[in-house]
């Protein structure tokens, strides 16, 4: 497999908030259209394909920010994350449509997401048990995967019910555009095993996110999609074209973030998904070193994606393709602040990566 021809690369648009260092509210980013518009840009440049909106109760509304997002970029595709139970299958498949029409069409990809806890859940109307959002999220992709391909749809599921209602415009990724999945329990493996096209994966010991993939295909196998599932990681980035530069970033990224430690140990205590308990766990490990250059220091203050690539350009796209190695094919990356970020990465590493001569 040629890597360059397939890796697939996203950036994050942070839509709950921005920062220079998580202990220093001097250097927190206001959230803004411009803010994110900012991001998005330097993303498209950097060369990244894609970028994924994120949907909590702390993030600016995922679907609008994202059109408008495809509107002040030219190719940019939008990874617009959803709950399941939070929009009704028609609406959502005239949206999806809609989306992909937009600006020369193709520029819509959907991240199923079943939410942080019942707590959020019932906060927002949505159902509370996470076995049944996850069967809800089920159904729902099974619906719309329909509703864009084919006509005159009738169907009678626990959660809903459709007859025959016309989806306009069609979409103009045929049949239907990507949908990737994040999530890291066994509800979520077996849905992304037979519907999702991406699994995205938190950041994890390279070998023990190979062992997740060859379990991952073997169930995929069962529904003969196999080759047709791919892999990504959620993955921050700190890069520096010297290493001890990236370390000192990433050390002042939690340098006097005492108190939002104590704050995010209170949040995510609360959070019933075994996709942040694994990032918790990993805060843990002695020196927050799983490898000499992935680190878990941004675990203590952030919920999610806690685990970084910190190095040299060399060090970073080394250990990212230590991960392509056992069996991802793209990689969707964020970091601190996120413009800046995406600038560096895409001087600094993309061309490393993009020059891999294979896998
Ligand atoms: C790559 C990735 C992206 C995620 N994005 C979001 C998000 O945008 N919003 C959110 O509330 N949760 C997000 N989540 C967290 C899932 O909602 C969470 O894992 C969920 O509770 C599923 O539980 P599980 O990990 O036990 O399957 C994401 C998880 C992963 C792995």
Same mark, same amino acid.
């Given at each position: ?27 927190? %980013? ?22 994924? %909106? ?5 993030? #600016?509304?995922? #679907?609008?920010?994202? &059109? ?27 949206? %999806? ?9 193709? +520029? ?15 906060? $927002? ?5 996470? $076995? ?69 994966? #938190? ?36 890069? +520096? ?16 973030? $005492?108190?939002?430690? &104590?704050r995010m140990a209170a949040l995510v205590a609360n959070y019933d ?21 992935? #680190? ?31 069996g991802c094919s793209g990689f969707c990356l964020s970091g601190y ?23």
């Amino acid at each position: 497999m040629t890597v360059k021809n397939s890796l697939n690369m996203g950036w994050f648009i942070p839509t709950s908030g921005d920062t220079g260092a998580f202990g220093d509210p001097s250097k927190d %980013v206001a959230s803004s259209f411009d803010q994110f518009e900012r991001v998005a840009v330097a993303a498209e440049r950097a060369g990244f394909e894609y970028v994924l %909106v994120p949907t909590n109760q702390n993030c #600016w509304e995922a #679907w609008i920010t994202a &059109t408008y997002l495809a509107a002040r970029t030219s190719k940019l595709k939008m990874l617009v994350a959803l709950k399941p139970g939070a929009i009704n299958p028609p609406t959502l498949a005239k949206m %999806v449509s809609t989306f992909d029409q937009i600006s020369g069409g193709g +520029r819509i990809y959907i991240n199923l997401i079943a939410g942080a806890n019942a707590a959020e859940a019932r906060a $927002e109307g949505l159902i509370e048990s996470k $076995e049944k959002r996850y069967q809800q999220m089920e159904e729902e992709i099974v619906l719309v995967k329909r509703l864009l391909s084919e006509e005159k749809v009738e169907f009678e599921g626990s959660y809903h019910q459709v007859h025959s209602p016309q989806i306009l415009p069609k979409p103009s990724q045929r049949p239907y555009p990507p949908f990737f999945l994040g999530g890291g329990s066994e509800f979520a493996a077996e849905i992304s095993a037979k519907h999702s096209s991406t699994h995205l994966f #938190w950041g994890d010991y390279p070998d023990r996110i190979g062992t997740q993939i060859t379990e991952m295909r073997a169930r995929a196998e069962k529904y003969g999609r196999a080759e047709e599932l791919r892999f990504a990681m959620r993955l921050v980035v700190v890069c +520096r074209e010297n290493e001890a530069d990236a370390w000192a970033h990433a050390e002042q990224l939690i340098e006097g973030a $005492e108190d939002r430690k &104590t704050r995010m140990a209170a949040l995510v205590a609360n959070y019933d998904s075994v996709a942040n308990n694994r990032q918790r766990e990993l805060s843990c490990v002695p020196g927050n070193k799983l490898t000499p250059h992935l #680190w878990s220091g941004l675990s203590d203050v952030r919920p999610g994606t806690g685990v970084a690539v910190v190095g040299n350009p060399e060090q970073v796209a080394n250990q990212l393709r230590e991960f392509i190695d056992v069996g991802c094919s793209g990689f969707c990356l964020s970091g601190y602040p996120h413009a800046e970020e995406a600038e560096i990465f895409g001087r600094l590493v993309m061309p490393l990566l993009r020059a891999s001569p294979e896998v």
